[in-house]
């Protein structure tokens, strides 16, 4: 079963960016709709951003504007750039498949801190 490795996140001040990216340990080319998620403390994981194999991608209304999904099968890596950060974008992000009742195994996540 295919594994998905996330990483680049960090501490960032308000207004900042970063560039996340999931590394796949197998083909997703298979995988129509891949999406990025997060989870806050105290809250539960949220769908931030899907990606379908068309071109086709969508986002949460609160990141629209300012994330930018896209991915690259000869790779097996999905990205994530954050432009515009702000602190409520706090959360540990994750990558799997979309929608969420599809989702397989979560990894570890990789925590995003906007901080001042």
């Known amino acids: 079963q295919v594994q998905f490795v996330e990483s680049g996140g960090g501490l960032v001040q308000p207004g900042g960016s970063l560039r996340l990216s999931c590394a796949a340990t197998?083909?997703?080319?298979?995988?129509?709709?891949m999406g990025w998620y997060r989870q806050a403390p105290g809250k539960q994981r949220e769908v931030v951003a899907t990606?379908?194999?068309?071109?086709?991608?969508a986002y949460r209304d609160s990141v629209k504007g300012r994330f930018t999904i896209y991915r690259d099968n000869t790779a097996n890596t999905m990205y994530l750039q954050m432009n515009t950060l702000k602190p409520e974008d706090t959360a540990v992000y994750y990558c799997?498949?979309?929608?969420?009742?599809?989702?397989?195994?979560w990894g570890q996540g990789t925590q995003v801190t906007v901080s001042s």
């Open positions: 990606h379908a194999n068309s071109g086709s991608s």
């Open positions: 197998g083909s997703i080319f298979s995988i129509n709709i």
């Open positions: 799997n498949i979309a929608p969420n009742s599809r989702a397989i195994s």
